[in-house]
């Protein structure tokens, strides 16, 4: 064996994965937050050019940088740089009892809640996989998704620059037939586009309004990449079913004045299918055969 090979050894890889997934999770609370502001920024300025048309304008103002590199995480209540002890993942909000060491404003439980879904998705996707192409692949899914459901929850967006790029990995990656052969993976993509835009469609037809947003066609196209044509049926159940418990969620928070804390968004329920499907997807089918596609 390798001086290397040591990692490769299925009781070693999971938590070598756990510590990188942590981290990971890390970065993924600064997409979280950041993307979406990224967003609304570029629309803004979009519109600030479609509406000046022809006419010649002032040059606007130049902005400070913001990206998902710059600037440097703080506190948004009182600004305080975050130092580097106070952003080891999960342990660093444990220790400061979730609040800020600068002004006590209280910090979400939502960042070490991302990492640790980041770090056990990695090691459980290592431990199930084992060193492969299929354990980085299910753990590049299972860190899109995180960041997509969240992001989907707070802000009801699905970014193109997620969900495009995971749909062409899940095709790049079935192309030797990691998780799906690769005609599978095609059709999986273009039928987990069409379905909810046609369920939208009819929705229009009946209603006069959309159902549900674009990316979420996107999103659930992505979920078709990896997993294939075979497991569609399986994630349009299982996210309607996570659904509908959520809009009954959603309904009961209403009637008790928790809505803020209930906000329904279709993302978060393909995530969660897309995640079983990949992970226990035979397993599932197994189990009730009815679900099977023939």
């Not at 996707?125 to 899914?141: E, M, R």
């Amino acid at each position: 064996m390798s001086d290397l090979g040591w990692f490769l050894q299925p009781a070693v890889f999971p938590w070598l994965a756990l510590g990188l997934g942590l981290c990971v999770g890390s970065f993924l609370n600064v997409v979280i937050h950041r993307l979406p502001k990224m967003m609304e920024r570029d629309w803004r300025a979009d519109c600030a050019e479609l509406a000046a048309g022809d006419r010649p304008v002032a040059a606007p103002a130049a902005e400070p940088a913001y990206n998902l590199v710059t600037p440097r995480s703080a506190c948004p209540g009182c600004g305080r740089a975050i130092r580097a002890h106070e952003n080891v993942p999960v342990f660093s909000w444990l220790a400061l009892r979730g609040r800020c060491a600068g002004c006590g404003v209280r910090i979400s439980a939502r960042y070490p809640l991302v990492e640790l879904l980041a770090g056990t998705g990695a090691a459980w996707s290592a431990a199930h996989f084992g060193f492969g192409a299929a354990a980085l692949g299910a753990t590049l899914f299972l860190w899109c998704t995180i960041a997509l459901a969240f992001i989907d929850h707070e802000t009801g967006y699905l970014p193109d620059d997620i969900t495009l790029p995971l749909l062409w990995a899940g095709l790049l990656l079935n192309i030797p037939g990691t998780f799906a052969p690769l005609p599978e993976a095609v059709i999986g993509a273009a039928a987990g586009y069409l379905a909810l835009w046609a369920i939208n469609a009819a929705f229009r037809l009946v209603r006069g309004i959309d159902g549900m947003g674009y990316g979420d066609f996107k999103m659930t196209a992505a979920v078709g990449a990896f997993v294939g044509w075979k497991y569609l049926f399986l994630v349009i159940l299982l996210s309607s079913c996570v659904g509908l418990a959520f809009g009954l969620a959603q309904m009961i928070a209403a009637r008790r004045g928790w809505d803020a804390a209930f906000r329904f968004h279709f993302g978060p329920c393909i995530a969660i299918a897309g995640v079983a499907a990949l992970l226990w997807g035979p397993a599932i089918l197994a189990v009730i055969p009815a679900l099977r596609p023939f």
